[in-house]
């Protein structure tokens, strides 16, 4: 019998023979997250903003991008044994997709506090909206990357807008 969550999660049970205490649901729902009512998605990539801030104050931006890669490498086995005991494709309590792309999504930003605001809301709504070819890269796989790879997805086009954003930004400054 597997342990239940801690106290405000939700009672939303993790799948049969899945402990909350295992490495594979700690991580997929990144220590709890994605058992938050209401929104795992958004609570999960909100969860990854302090880590992003932290680690680009005291090593750099490039740090956030690593930690984003290493945590989709790492999320890939845990996604993977979670699913092996779940009923469904991408189960909402699964959130270390959002929080490894959310950290992906906002390396670029650095600690630009508006830079780093955009790069929550963009990613939020392209993980919500899956603009082309987003919701096709969810159903290439029906395993872990299907579940990761559109998160993936969404932050290489916040990336882009980030970009952008810095492009802009330093021709207003220009300007003025």
């Not at 650095?110 to 919500?128: H, K, M, S």
Request: with cysteine; proline share 10%.
């Amino acid at each position: 019998m597997s342990a239940p969550p801690p106290a405000g999660m939700s009672s939303s049970p993790l799948p049969r023979g899945l402990s909350f205490w295992s490495a594979p649901a700690l991580l997929s729902t990144w220590f709890g997250t994605g058992l938050l009512p209401k929104a795992p998605g958004t609570w999960g990539s909100l969860a990854a903003l302090p880590v992003a801030w932290a680690l680009a104050a005291k090593i750099g931006p490039w740090a956030v991008a690593a930690a984003g890669a290493a945590l989709f490498v790492l999320g890939l086995w845990a996604v993977t044994r979670y699913l092996a005991h779940a009923r469904q494709k991408d189960p909402g309590p699964v959130v270390i997709d959002e929080v490894a792309a959310q950290l992906l999504a906002v390396a670029p930003a650095g600690l630009d506090p508006v830079a780093f605001g955009l790069g929550f809301i963009l990613f939020r709504t392209f993980d919500i909206l899956k603009p082309w070819p987003l919701k096709r890269l969810e159903r290439l796989h029906p395993d872990a990357l299907g579940v990761m790879a559109d998160d993936l997805g969404a932050a290489f086009y916040t990336s882009l807008c980030l970009a952008i954003y810095f492009i802009l930004n330093e021709r207003v400054n220009v300007l003025f």
